[in-house]
């Protein structure tokens, strides 16, 4: 998967124009409706329109799948082991096990909303700078240490990767040759306890020099935001797609009590 999310951000459409505070504050609400809905169709009708505002974007689909096939990968195994472990009536046998339906059903669910939570979250850290995405997160009342931790934690990833690159490259350039024994495993672990330590002497002279330019645990910025009749139109619309499938829910279940009632 691609860490760096937000490389189409320059890219210009209708969802990178819209302001980012507007943005995440309403698909962070479709995003909360979409997990909290218990019906197939209404998930799938997030999703299909999770699909439409990443279309929208116009983030390339090619770096969307690059990252969404390992979330495929991971939820895969979920079609074998709901309906083969739900605790419910069995309605047939899968190769001598109980097969349950309303497993599978559940394992659609979760798939579909995990799918549709996923494509969100590209359109809305892949259409903003992923700082400007902080920044207004921060202008939303999110703690300003929630913040800065999640800042410097996407910033130390490529550090951390950049820091593992040059010293497999140092243990190459020595005629250093990966191989099932073990040495390897003995060289490898010296290297991993390497990199922490260099990892680590190297966030200490960061926070050093942060100081020294006089950082006093605020986040300070000079990146404004100009919200236009707009951006509100634009998250009234995305708010009200999911009070709706929320509220199609409710009303579904309450009917389905009130017929098993009787």
């Known amino acids: 998967m691609s860490l760096d999310i937000d490389r189409h951000a320059h890219l210009v459409s209708s969802i990178q124009r819209w302001d980012p505070r507007f943005k995440i504050a309403s698909l962070m609400l479709l995003i909360l409706s979409i997990a909290l809905v218990h019906s197939i169709v209404l998930v799938g009708a997030g ?66 909303k995990a799918l549709a939570i996923v494509l969100i979250a590209y359109v809305i850290f892949g259409s903003s700078r992923f700082d400007i995405n902080l920044i207004a997160l921060q202008h939303l009342k999110c703690p300003a240490v929630v913040v800065q931790i999640m800042l410097f934690t996407y910033r130390f990833i ?39 330590i260099r990892s680590f002497e190297r966030t200490e002279r960061i926070y050093k020099a942060m100081l020294s330019k006089g950082y006093q645990g605020e986040f300070h910025t000079l990146v404004k935001f100009n919200a236009a009749a707009k951006d ?27 017929q098993g009632w009787i």
């Open 47 to 112: 999703l299909v329109v999770a699909a439409g505002l990443l279309l929208l974007s116009k983030i390339p689909l090619s770096f969307v799948f690059q990252g969404l096939k390992w979330i495929v990968l991971f939820l895969l195994p979920f079609f074998i082991i709901l309906p083969l472990t739900y605790p419910a009536e069995t309605s047939a046998h899968f190769l001598g096990m109980p097969f349950a339906e309303e497993g599978l059903r559940l394992a659609v669910l979760i798939v579909l």
């Open 158 to 196: 490529f550090l951390f990767l950049s820091e593992m690159r040059r010293m497999d490259l140092a243990m190459k350039a020595r005629g250093f040759v990966k191989k099932a024994d073990l040495y390897t495993l003995k060289v490898m672990g010296g290297f991993v306890g390497t990199l922490l």
């Open 232 to 258: 509100f139109v634009k998250a009234t619309i995305i708010a009200a797609i999911a009070v709706a499938l929320f509220g199609m829910d409710m009303t579904g279940m309450l009917i389905q009590a009130e």
